[in-house]
C-alpha cells in the first residue's frame, strides 16, 4: 500500500531553512511557555487525596462541585470516570499531616469522611468507592524520577545511533528528539491539560515512536550512499525520504487513528496518554520528514563517512 509514488521527487530539504527555523521557533516558544506558565501537574506530581465517589442515579460534575464549595472544600477537581453516576474528587496539594499529627491515610480518610458528608447533604445517595493520598515530597520524587528517565532514554538512543550510523546520525537524532518532547511538552503548558504519570509515560512513548521513524529514514540514507556514485548528499537525502514518505505516513495515520479511538472509547482515565501520542505522532512525523535530514546535511555527512574502513595492505598481508 502506498499513498505516494515511490519514485516521487518533491524537495525537502529546498524547505530546510523554513522548516529548522520554524523548528527552533517553536522549541524556543515551547521553553518559554514551559518556564513561563508551567505545568498543569496531577496528584501524582503535586501530591494531595483523591476520593471516589458513586450515585446510584446519574449526576453532572456541576452538581457535585457546587455542593463541595457549599461545604467550604473549594479549589476541588471533579472528573467524571466512565459514565455520570461514578466520579472522582481530587483535592490537589492537601498536606495536613505536618499540622494535625495524622499519618496520608488518616489525612486521606479523614477528608474523605468531609466530602462523602458534603455530597450526602446535597444527594443522599452517594457512597464512597475509593481513596488514595500522595504526600508533596513523594510528589516531587517522581516529577525529578520522570526528569531523569526521559534524559536516559534520549542519551541511550543517541549511543545507539552512534554505534548503529555514524556520529553525525546521533546528533541529528538528538536534536530531533529534543525538538520533539520539547514542542509536545509545550503543548501541554500551552493547553494547561493535567499533567501527570500517565503522560509522562505517554512521552516516553512519544520518544521510541519518533526515533523508529528516523531510523527508519536514516538507514535508508545510508543504503542509498553506498549505491549512488554521483548524487550529491542533497539528492541523496531527499531521495531518502521520498522512498520512505508512503511507510511513514500509513505508520502515524495509523496509529493516530488507534490514539483517537483510545480517546473516544477509553475513557478519562487514558485521555492523557492518548492525546500526548496524537501530539507527539503529529510533531514526530513532521521532524522526520523536515528536520531530521536537513541537520544531516549541515553536519556534513557524506559517502565516505558510511562505507566500510578499509583494510591496509599491511594487515590483508598477514592474513592466512
Known sequence: MEIFNHNSNFNFLGLRRFSIGLAILLMLGSVGL?????????????????????????????????????????????????????????????????????????????????????????????????????????????????????????????????????????????????????????IFALTQREFDLTVLASVLAVVGYSINDKVVVFDRVRELFRVSRNATPEEVLNRSINSTLSRTIITSLFTGITMAALYFIGGPVVHGFAITMLIGILVGTLSSIFVASPILLWLGVSKKDLMPVAKDEGELARRP
Open 34 to 186: 514551559i518556564l513561563g506558565k508551567g505545568f498543569n501537574y496531577g496528584q501524582d506530581f503535586t501530591g494531595g487525596i483523591v476520593v471516589g465517589v458513586a450515585y446510584d442515579n446519574p449526576i453532572s460534575t456541576a452538581d457535585v462541585r457546587t455542593a463541595l464549595e457549599k461545604a467550604g472544600l473549594e479549589n476541588t477537581l471533579v472528573q467524571a470516570v466512565g459514565g455520570t453516576r461514578e466520579l472522582s474528587v481530587r483535592l490537589q496539594g492537601k498536606d495536613d499531616t505536618a499540622s494535625t499529627g495524622l499519618s496520608g491515610d488518616e489525612a486521606a480518610g479523614k477528608v474523605a469522611q468531609d466530602v462523602v458528608a458534603a455530597l450526602k447533604a446535597a444527594r443522599p445517595d452517594v457512597r464512597m468507592t475509593s481513596r488514595s493520598f500522595v504526600g508533596p515530597q513523594v510528589g516531587e520524587e517522581l516529577r525529578s524520577d520522570g526528569i531523569v528517565a526521559v534524559i536516559f532514554v534520549i542519551v541511550g538512543i543517541m549511543g545507539y545511533l552512534w554505534i548503529r550510523f555514524e556520529k553525525r546520525f546521533a546528533i541529528a537524532a538528538l536534536a530531533t528528539e529534543v525538538h520533539d518532547v520539547l514542542v509536545t511538552l509545550g
